[in-house]
Every structure is written in structure tokens, then in C-alpha cells.
């Protein structure tokens, strides 16, 4: 058993104090890293009482709820952003990719912390497809946002199927995770060649503007 909160104020006070050096870009990635963070401590909870109190296990909590409340977590500061402050597309991009990173670290920190250090293949490929996973759920949800603000009679239906792409595409990498062989090797990778799929298409884009 792991103490999750004293884990992150360790992470975060020195996060914190950082935010009092850094101007612009980089104070809003890592402020922005600090809500992922506690996002992802956020989603454990609901994720651990939803396990709980229905019986369902880790396995099929990890497939079945884990992917809704994470995704639901990592929406709701881009969400506030996105309607307080309407950043431009640039802005709002970096803010997800600092909540995707920040929800990244703390989890891969507290799953190494739980399972052990042994393996350090494991936790490189862990850390990597973990990482690039919540990385491009989160950049899909930004880009929901942006076709609302675009679009703005699409801005309820691009913000949902945004965020439901996010939560089945997550839900898919936890079941092909959730044991060994063939299938887990298919899920490590796919968060890699779906993050270079959406780093073409944006580079694409801006070509085009």
C-alpha cells in the first residue's frame, strides 16, 4: 500500500516553487503539469470507490470505469480553461499536454512504487506507452474543443464525442494491457503510432494555414 497523497505533495512542492521563476509558456506547462497531477490522484479516488463498492476487481475496474473517470478528470481543467480564459489553439494545446504529462508521471511514479523497480524494461516500455497514451487521449479532447470553438453548433456534440474517442480509446489500450502475449505488445505500440498519426495530421494543419 502507498500513501498517493504523500507522493504527490513531494512531487508538487517543488513544482510549486518553481512557478515563482518561470514566466508565459513554461509557468503554464507546469502549472498545468500540477493539475494533471492531482487529476490523476483525483480519478484514483473515484476509480477506488466505484471498485468498491460495486465488487467489479482491479482488472475490470482498470477496463471498465478506470478509462471514463480518468478521461472525465483530464477534461474538467481544460474545460474551465477553455470557457474562462478562450485561449488560441496554441495555448490551449500546451495546457493538455502538460495535464496528459503531469497524469502520466504520477501514475507511472505510483505504479512503480506499488510493483517495484526490478524490471527496468518494463518500466521504460511501461512509462513510454503509458505515457504517450494519456498524452494523445487528452490532446483528442483538446481538439474537440477547438472544432467547438470553430463550430460553435457542433460545440456540445465535438466536446461529448471527444471526450467518449478519449475514454474508448483508453478503455481499449487497459484490455489489451491487462495480460501478456501478443495483445499487449499490440497495446504498448498503439499509443505510439496513434501519436504520430496526430503529429502528422497537425503539422498538416498548420502547413495549411
Not at 470507490?49 to 481543467?77: N, Q, R, Y
Not at 504520430?196 to 495549411?208: P, V
Request: net charge neutral; proline share 3%; hydrophobic share 55%.
Amino acid at each position: 500500500m502507498i500513501f498517493s497523497e504523500n507522493v504527490l505533495v513531494c512531487m508538487a512542492v517543488p513544482l510549486l516553487l518553481t512557478l515563482f521563476f518561470l514566466r508565459d509558456n513554461a509557468r503554464q506547462f507546469v502549472f498545468n503539469f500540477l493539475l494533471g497531477m492531482a487529476a490523476c490522484l483525483l480519478g484514483a479516488y473515484v476509480s477506488g470507490f466505484v471498485d468498491a463498492a460495486s465488487g467489479l476487481g482491479v482488472v475490470d475496474t482498470a477496463i471498465f470505469i478506470s478509462p471514463v473517470t480518468e478521461e472525465a478528470m483530464k477534461l474538467l481543467p481544460l474545460l474551465f480553461y477553455f470557457l474562462m480564459f478562450d485561449p488560441d489553439d496554441d495555448h490551449l494545446i500546451l495546457a493538455a499536454v502538460g495535464v496528459g504529462a503531469g497524469f502520466a508521471t504520477f501514475e507511472n511514479i505510483c505504479s512503480m512504487i506499488a510493483s517495484g523497480t526490478e524490471s527496468l524494461s518494463f518500466l521504460l516500455i511501461r512509462g513510454l506507452a503509458v505515457g504517450v497514451m494519456h498524452i494523445v487521449s487528452v490532446f483528442a479532447m483538446t481538439m474537440g474543443l477547438v472544432i467547438a470553438r470553430r463550430f460553435r453548433v457542433l460545440r456540445l456534440s465535438s466536446t461529448v464525442g471527444a471526450l467518449s474517442l478519449s475514454m474508448l480509446f483508453h478503455g481499449i489500450y487497459n484490455l489489451l494491457v491487462s495480460g501478456p502475449g501478443v495483445t499487449a505488445i499490440i497495446g504498448y505500440a498503439l499509443p505510439l503510432l496513434t501519436a504520430g498519426l496526430l503529429l502528422f495530421a497537425l503539422r498538416r494543419q498548420r502547413i495549411g494555414q
